[in-house]
């Protein structure tokens, strides 16, 4: 069992986010859903029932779809994490929008899947399922201060998340759930490196160094990131990627270099020896 995971950083905790109403909501806002698959816990109803909930505690939210359990977890406190730095670097951040760093609470939505059918878990699809609850979770309460993706280290403006999830799915939105990032070592080289595609079922890919430039780099990992999203793990370890005559890119799986403890699919640049020509340099010189 593979869960799809996020969180919602909030300015407080919000009774209007309540299971009912995030129900009704999701069913507003995706028609496209198999309305009878998408009910309340029966999970949730049996632990109402056995136990005497505190009215202070914050108690976890369920609902499920077809076999699919999602689930809300409130929780009054930050998550820790330098916020004001995730902010800086994600490309779904905007410059002039302030960090919400004063935040207070947030929610651990979470969705798997529960099934005995023998079939593997469509994590893709698991994901797009997680981002209708976001959406749908961000449109019930003004509390809501940015989403965030564990798994990618980025965050993404609220209202942003909402209309790209209206304007995107079904289809897969890596733009939200991969993070892309491209700078300079402290050596002054290019790298570039991918980080969420766990969640996706994927391996991130790392390009360690190269002579490209900024936005050649980004443009080389979101076509990765979105071919590997169409086809799934079909880029093999040693496999080549066409480059140019006098190079060519390999793809070595192995440890990260930003974190040793991940496995990723490294692109590194092998230079191919130039052909030499048979004609001498006073015949080409001529011609």
Known sequence: MSASLAMLLQSQLDPALNAESLLAQMRSDWPD???????????RAD?????DADEDDSPMLCLEYGDYLIALMPIPVQIGDDIDQICAHSRLWPDAEPAPVGYAAHTIVTVMRFSDDGQETNLIAQA????????????????IRAVYFGSANHVVLPGLFRELTQATLPEPMPIAWVAVNVGQNPEGVMTGHTRGMDMLGLMDVEIPE????????????????????????????????????EERIRVVYGPSALDPERQVM????????QAKSSRSWWSRLLN
């Open 47 to 51: 632990d109402a029932q056995d136990k």
């Open 33 to 43: 859903l198999d309305q009878s698959l998408l009910r309340l816990s029966e999970a």
């Open 210 to 245: 190269t002579q490209d430039s900024a936005e050649e780099v980004f443009g080389r990992l979101t076509s990765i990131v979105d071919y590997l999203i169409e086809n799934g793990m079909v880029i093999s370890d040693g496999d080549t990627l066409g480059a140019t005559a």
């Open 266 to 273: 490294s692109l590194q640049t092998e230079k191919l020896p």
């Open 128 to 143: 797009a399922l997680l981002s209708r609850v976001l959406a749908s979770a961000i449109a019930l309460s003004d509390s």
